[in-house]
């Protein structure tokens, strides 16, 4: 008998992969929820100074030691133009590590507060047109967990400093 | 067992190309007249080792090549041939041409091998057809791998053996019990050896070394004679061997005696037949296979490398050394950490010497470490002669290059980056300076002129000499060249030194007619710029009718930088000292505003622009700027501009860390670096901030004739 | 297992020799040349000597002479790595004591067979 449980249990297992998740840890900026692909995410710590940068775009606050590699940190409310934030105790840095065609970078956003971990069905993510938001360009898609909104980011699409 | 040869390509195409290199470096300081016999014999190695290498690991083409370039070598270095200017010529091509054999064949690229075949009939030609068997070697390896399949139909022919081995034949390392046993495993064990004691000394006449037995050995046994020869192979010419066929008793036992135990021979052949068949199959599968498949498995390798060498041969005192400093490194790690572990403060001294050990020791590591991406300047310096001999040839101008300073360390990248910019200085110095013979005797010099190229090391930097006994810079075509460009205007009074740099001016030319060999479009502006962005530097200086100087100046590594730390408003920034020409403090009353914009500095003689880091670095300062300033002043292509910062901060070594990596390019800062603290301090790019300050030298002399 | 020595001045065939020797349970000692073998091969005793023929410094021929003069070395077969044109190199292998040759190029199996040869 032993055997059929394990092909039973077999099954489960495939069909538990057939439906594929993506997981996404997501954070809070102006009490709307945004979500990052988790496996770009390398750690999270808190927020500290940075080296500011000379010319370069507002929303990059800097560049920090991480390691002994120099990484930029971006404000993510700075990014997408929201009122500028007051950086407090629960305010930390994501780093992220980006793939592109040419390879992967790595980076920093600030956000609010680090939220949740989510399982995300791929077929769940609704890939709306925003119009002419200028930011649709950063979202990948809108996925509802909870019966509450999750806007899910195109990380790629921050490694343009424009 | 199968072996992967593709791991070895790499390593095969790097020693090739240094053999090549060493071919280019024999031939081309070699006297066609006399050739030393240790040139020729350095050149024919390389050749030689090429030629072994390429057909191990499969690539025919190259050594087929390679072959009648070796035969004809070996022709010269035995002596029976004469080197003359033609064979050289001709070699010096091939070197050439086997070099991008290689290159394609390492970029996984079917070689072209057009020019191949025709140097190769040119060998053919001189070598005169005497060696039209220089077949392949591919043949040759073919040839050389198991015999032939084995004949069976041959049917029942077995041997016997007379084998009288001369009496030295152990002190050659050869052994007739191994061969003995070679024959039986051929045979199947169907062997009869009998010793034949005829020769056999009285015992004290017997020296213990010789051999003094013969042997007479049967093989029953069809097996193919070239398996006999083969063990007899290395012994042929110090034995008497004698090798008959007779037939087998019976010619049938294939089919009749499988089974039969009585009869042993019969039995032996057998299972022998059974075996044998197979097995020359077997055996000779796998070669071919090897053979074929090679080449496409180099081709797969190196498409998915890029081609360009990644690795670095380092000396092993290099790394002798690195291992004792690390090894000195853990005792100290040990020492501080056995002090931290019941520490008091009355230990505090042996902490700061443990400290201070700590420091000498990372200092010294990192020294070694930057050593090992060291190399000597002769890699780059190595191509030279060539070119000069290829250059004068084709203007028909006599030169003489003198290198000196080959062995001069440098990073490895930096070297990488340097030999275009300095082939086009060469190029420029035989083109533009040295003189046609005629010209040269008419002026008094002699015939053959003379290019030198000299490295040192100065002051933490390489600096790189090319100097030639040519004409000289025209300073009168300079300038009437750069009033045409309108680089100055007519009025514009230059010193030489001022006159010589406009070369460097983007859209300078001064050959009358571009010529074919240094006017390919590139300028020496392109050479400054390439110099500059090695963090390094250009001047010349030049005497009419007796030459001109170029110096080269790079830092000795590209990761590593002393830099000068200043302050501006909360931030640190870093400056490469080899850019800062001074600081100094002064007064406002010192500095002039110009049109209302540009601000400058009067230093001695001269007006230096004024550029405020925190203006254009952007940077918050709370407290208005203070009467006393700091002006660095930095130099860059030769341009002085004044940075005014809050603060001079201390001077030390700092890593280049990247900021492209993750970031982007910024417009006045070259990169970044980690302080003490961890904190990221970022380094000025020099040259840029002079871009940025708006202001040029031209500006600056407008100015000077307005004042 | 034996002890073998393997002389070559070019790397990749040294790691190529090195290489499936020691796949084939050999202990292998590696020269770049006939000076560094002669001074390897009198700190110990190998069980076979592979080498090179044309090398800078010392080449096969006079490191097998030289090999052949030492006690040790009386009897220990040499052979030599040689190519397919050198003829006559082979004959002066021979007479300065080489006990054979392996014709270059020659793949891993081939270079196993050989040496079988001799060893044991």
């Given at each position: ?162 | ?232 192979e290395w012994v042929i010419d110090d034995a008497e061997v004698v090798i008959t066929e007779f037939d087998l008793s019976d010619s049938t036992i294939e089919e009749q005696a ?314 640190i920034f870093i400056f490469p000292l080899v850019s800062i020409v001074e600081s100094i403090q002064m007064d406002d009353t010192a500095i002039n505003n110009v049109g209302g ?111 | ?36 073998a002669l001074k390897l091969a009198q700190g110990q005793s190998v069980d076979l000597v592979l080498s090179d023929v044309n090398m800078p410094n010392m080449d096969g021929i ?59």
């Open positions: 008998m032993s055997t059929v449980e394990e092909l039973e249990s077999e099954d489960n297992i495939t069909e538990a992969e057939a439906v594929s998740t993506e997981q996404y840890l997501t954070f809070i900026m102006e009490e709307e929820e945004y979500g990052v692909d988790i496996l770009a995410v390398q750690e999270i710590r808190g927020w500290e100074s940075a080296t500011p940068v000379p010319n370069s775009p507002d929303y990059i606050k800097g560049v920090i030691n991480l390691r002994g590699t120099i990484v930029p940190i971006m404000d993510l409310r700075g990014r997408f133009e929201l009122t500028k934030p007051e950086y407090g105790p629960e305010t930390v840095v994501i780093v992220l590590k980006i793939e592109f065609e040419k390879g992967s970078r790595i980076m920093g956003i600030i956000v609010d507060a680090i939220s949740d971990v989510y399982d995300v069905p791929i077929d769940d993510i609704k890939r709306t047109g925003f119009g002419d938001n200028q930011n649709a360009r950063f979202i990948k898609g809108l996925v509802t967990v909870n019966k509450h909104m999750v806007i899910l980011l195109k990380l790629e699409q921050f490694l343009t400093f424009d | 067992m199968s072996i992967d040869l593709s791991q070895f390509h790499q390593v095969f195409y790097e020693e090739s190309y240094e053999g090549l290199d060493a071919m280019e470096q024999g031939l081309l300081e070699m006297d066609v007249e006399a050739p030393d016999d240790e040139v020729i014999n350095t050149i024919f190695r390389a050749a030689h080792s090429i030629k072994g290498g390429s057909g191990t690991f499969g690539f025919n083409q190259v050594a087929e090549f390679t072959h009648v370039v070796e035969t004809l070598l070996d022709e010269v270095r035995s002596g029976d041939r004469a080197m003359n200017q033609s064979i050289m010529d001709l070699l010096l091509v091939s070197v050439d041409c086997i070099r991008s054999l290689l290159q394609d064949l390492q970029a996984g690229d079917d070689p072209d091998l057009t020019q191949a075949t025709d140097l190769k009939s040119q060998f053919e030609a001189i070598l005169n057809g005497e060696s039209a068997s220089s077949e392949s070697v591919g043949e040759v390896n073919s040839e050389d791998n198991t015999a032939e399949p084995i004949a069976n139909e041959g049917g029942g022919k077995g041997y016997k053996i007379h084998f009288v081995p001369e009496e030295t034949l152990l002190q050659t390392g050869n052994e007739p019990t191994r061969m003995f046993r070679q024959l039986a495993e051929v045979s199947d064990d169907c062997i009869e050896v009998s010793a034949n004691l005829e020769r056999l000394p009285s015992l004290t006449a017997m020296n213990p070394e010789h051999c003094y037995l013969a042997w007479d050995i049967t093989i029953n046994k069809a097996i193919d004679r070239s398996e006999i020869d083969e063990v007899f499988s089974e039969q135990i009585e009869e042993p021979i019969a039995q032996a052949v057998s299972s022998e037949v059974e075996s044998i068949a197979p097995e020359p199959a077997a055996d000779k599968a796998p070669v071919e296979n090897t053979a074929e498949k090679e080449p496409a498995k180099a081709k797969a390798k190196a498409k998915a490398s890029t081609p360009e060498s990644s690795s670095i041969r380092v000396s092993i005192d290099k790394v002798d050394s690195l291992i004792n400093m690390v090894g000195e490194l853990v005792i100290t790690q040990s020492m501080l950490g056995q002090l931290g572990q019941n520490f008091d403060i009355t230990r505090v001294q042996r902490l700061q010497e443990g400290l201070a050990q700590l420091e000498h020791n990372t200092r010294e590591l990192q020294e070694s470490v930057m050593k090992i991406r060291m190399m000597p300047i002769s890699f780059v310096f190595s191509r030279f002669p060539r070119l000069v001999r290829d250059v004068s040839r084709t203007l028909d101008k006599k030169i003489d290059l003198v290198l000196s300073g080959e062995n001069t360390e440098l990073d490895k990248t930096v070297m990488e980056k340097i030999g275009d910019p300095m082939v086009h200085l060469i190029r420029n110095s035989i083109d533009h300076g040295i003189e046609m013979p005629d010209v040269r005797i008419a002026a008094g010099k002699p015939e053959t002129g003379t290019v030198e190229l000299n490295a040192f090391h100065q002051s933490g930097n390489i600096v790189i000499e090319i100097k030639d006994d040519g004409a000289g810079l025209n300073k009168e075509r300079i300038q009437q060249k750069a009033i045409e460009n309108g680089l100055i205007d007519e009025s514009t009074t230059l010193a030489d030194e001022q006159i010589f740099d406009l070369i460097f001016q983007p859209g300078f030319s001064t050959a009358d007619a571009v010529s074919d060999l240094s006017g390919r479009g590139v300028g020496m502006d392109v050479v400054r710029r390439n110099i500059a962005s090695l963090n390094g530097s250009i001047e010349v200086s030049s005497e009419t009718g007796k030459g001109s100087r170029f110096v080269i100046r790079l830092p000795l590594t590209l990761a590593i930088l002393d830099g000068q730390l200043v302050k501006v408003g909360e931030e914009h540009s601000d400058v500095l009067q230093l001695r003689d001269e007006y230096v622009p004024i550029v405020q880091l925190h203006e254009i670095f952007s940077v918050n300062k709370d407290e208005p700027p203070a009467d006393d300033n700091i002006v660095v002043v930095v130099e860059t292509d030769g341009e002085k501009v004044g940075v005014v910062v809050d603060e001079l901060l201390g001077q030390q070594q700092v890593v280049i860390k990247s900021l492209e990596e993750n970031f982007k390019k910024v417009e006045g800062i070259s990169g970044a670096t980690i302080l003490g603290d961890g904190t990221v301090a970022l380094i000025v790019d020099v040259s840029g901030l002079s871009k940025m300050s708006g202001t040029s030298i031209k500006q600056i002399d407008s100015a000077h004739k307005a004042a | 297992m034996a002890k073998i020595l393997a002389v070559d001045d070019s790397a990749s065939m040294r790691q190529m020799v090195s290489f499936t020797l020691k796949g084939a349970g050999h202990d292998v000692i590696e020269a770049s040349d006939g000076v560094e006079t490191l097998c002479k030289n090999l052949r003069q030492l006690g040790t070395y009386k009897f220990t077969p040499i052979l030599m790595l040689t190519t397919e044109s050198a003829g006559d190199k082979k004959m002066e292998g021979k007479s300065a004591g080489a006990t054979g040759w392996i014709v270059k190029p020659f793949n891993p199996d081939q270079l196993l067979t050989t040496i079988k040869k001799v060893l044991g």
